[in-house]
């Protein structure tokens, strides 16, 4: 299981205390795969993207019109957080959904 966050959000840090065995990846530092970037956005969509940080706060109009995709890779901290990877599968958030399937 691989969980990709920052390690200074609050919600990464509750997600990663619940699941001791996850592997964390600390999205400013490290980034996250292209491959799973591009799944991410295949299966969330405009969900990815978290509009309501100071990152996204920050950019002008011209920014927030490009490809999502392209404003991940330049600005990680734009994501929803935490990406988990489970077995192929992927979840967004640290919600009851995610919590049920990953704790059982």
Not at 81 to 101: K, N, T
Request: net charge neutral.
């Amino acid at each position: 299981m691989i969980l990709y966050g920052l390690k200074t959000c609050d919600t990464c840090r509750k997600a990663l205390k619940s699941l001791p065995n996850a592997t964390f990846v600390d999205v400013r530092a490290e980034g996250v795969p292209e491959a799973v970037l591009k799944s991410a956005h295949a299966r969330f969509g405009a969900a990815l993207l978290n509009t309501r940080s100071t990152t996204w706060r920050g950019l002008d109009d011209a920014d927030r019109a490009r490809n999502p995709l392209e404003l991940l890779k330049d600005h990680p901290t734009l994501m929803k957080r935490p990406l988990i990877e489970e077995a192929g599968e992927l979840y967004l958030g640290w919600g009851p959904d995610s919590q049920a399937a990953l704790l059982g």
